[in-house]
């Protein structure tokens, strides 16, 4: 978790910022996903934790392209999905917004395996 924060690369789709890190470790799924709220943001642990239940339906329901782009490409990949908005969402929002940061975060992970090849 700490090398995702600190050599991880980030793609930002407002209000959600995904931190992301190619790994060769061995997981159990090719993705890896974790939510996060800032506690300096909400203060009542009601506010962070619904929010972290809607990043995570939001993507529940989202997230079949970037497990297409893995398993075709045999890599593996840690994603942290940081809500960096000061007001409470809406589904709505998380709903629209999530297959956009999806979108960027393949193409940012295509074009470092282009880079790497």
Same mark, same amino acid.
């Given at each position: 978790?700490?090398?995702? #924060?600190?050599?991880? %690369?980030?793609?930002?789709?407002? @209000?959600? !910022? =995904? ?5 060769? =470790?061995?997981?159990? #799924? @090719?993705? %890896? ?8 943001? #909400?203060? !009542? =642990? ?5 929010? !972290?239940?809607?990043?995570?339906? =939001?993507?529940?329901?989202?997230? $079949? @392209? ?16 940081? #809500?960096?908005? !000061?007001?409470? @969402?809406?589904?709505?929002?998380? $709903?629209? %917004? ?5 979108? %960027?975060?393949?193409? $940012? ?9």
């Amino acid at each position: 978790m700490d090398q995702l #924060f600190t050599v991880g %690369k980030s793609v930002s789709v407002f @209000p959600v !910022k =995904a931190m992301f890190n190619e790994t060769d =470790a061995v997981l159990d #799924f @090719p993705v %890896k996903v974790g939510v996060g709220v800032s506690s300096r943001n #909400f203060k !009542k =642990a009601v506010d962070r934790n619904r929010i !972290k239940r809607l990043l995570r339906e =939001a993507y529940r329901l989202n997230k $079949q @392209p970037l497990l297409d782009f893995v398993n075709a490409n045999n890599k593996k990949v840690i994603v942290f999905f940081l #809500f960096i908005d !000061k007001t409470l @969402p809406d589904f709505e929002t998380l $709903q629209n %917004k999530i297959p956009l940061l999806i979108d %960027k975060l393949i193409k $940012q992970l295509n074009e470092n395996s282009a880079t790497n090849n």
